[in-house]
Each structure stands twice: as C-alpha cells, then as structure tokens.
C-alpha cells in the first residue's frame, strides 16, 4: 500500500491480536497517508474526516481507543470461556486433548520419525541437536525420551 490508497477491512480485529498491535497498525496506516475503512464500524473511516483536521483526528483516535480496547476484552472473554470449557470437559473425561502423532505405535512417516528420535536418543544426542536435524519440536522430543524412559524403567 502506498501513499493515497484506500484499505478496506471487515473488522478491526483484523489489523492484531489486542489493542497494542491494532493501534500500532492503524498508526503507521495513517502515517503514510492511507485512508481506512472499516466496513462493521463506519465511525471508523478516515475519509469522512479530512475535511476538520485536527477534530476529525480526534474523534477517530477517541473512537478507535475505544473499539480496539473492545476488541481486546471479547478477545479476553473468547479465551476465557474456551479454558473454562476444557477445564469442565476434562473433569468429565470427555476432553482428552490431541492425539499423539509420534509415539511406539505410529504407522508409517510418522514411526520412521519416532524410530529416528528413539535411535539418536540411544545414540546419546542433545535434545538440540535431535531438533534441528529432525524438525521436532523439543516438547515432543522430551515427551517421545519421558515415554522411552518409562518404558525401561518398568
């Protein structure tokens, strides 16, 4: 985007992730001159205010303070009710979480992978080392080497 060009966006949410990030990017638009219009908020389009300045100015800052701090709170409350969902599925023992995709009994891609982090394991590798030559993540290698470890030790 550049100088004079116009974004149209559907929601404000869509500029971040929480107030911070959605001011930061509204900023650096307006900064280059570029016109925002955001079509679920039409108190939020900079092109109605060109005219009044420093009015226009404030009134768009007021507002999109305001917005994006409500987009920050349901973003809050969203979260919230999902933890608290799984936390009650778990209690019933309904939720169980994502099934494990590297583990003894993996077929196909997914065994040779576990086999190789067994083997590098055995062979006395780094956690480190066993991450960047594998592309797993090291929980999953510290998960794969917990299993390992309870499996010989019973």
Known sequence: ?????????HDLSRFGRN???????WKAMIDEDIDIV???????????YKE?????????????TL???????ERDRSRTAQREGIEIAKK????????????????????????KVVQLL???E???DIHRETGLSRKTIYAIKKEIEACTSS
């Open 122 to 124: 055995d062979a006395g």
């Open 52 to 64: 009044l300045e420093g009015v226009g100015q404030l009134v768009s800052d007021l507002v999109l």
């Open 19 to 25: 107030k911070e990030e959605i001011r930061s990017e």
């Open 67 to 73: 917005l994006s701090w409500m987009v920050d709170e």
């Open 1 to 9: 985007m550049r100088f004079g060009d116009v974004l149209v966006v």
């Open 92 to 115: 019933k023992g309904v939720y169980t979480g994502r099934k494990r995709k590297y583990h003894a009994g993996a077929v196909g891609k997914d065994k040779i992978v576990y086999d």
């Open 126 to 128: 780094s956690v480190m």
């Open 38 to 48: 955001v079509l679920n908020m039409p108190i939020l389009d900079t092109r109605k």
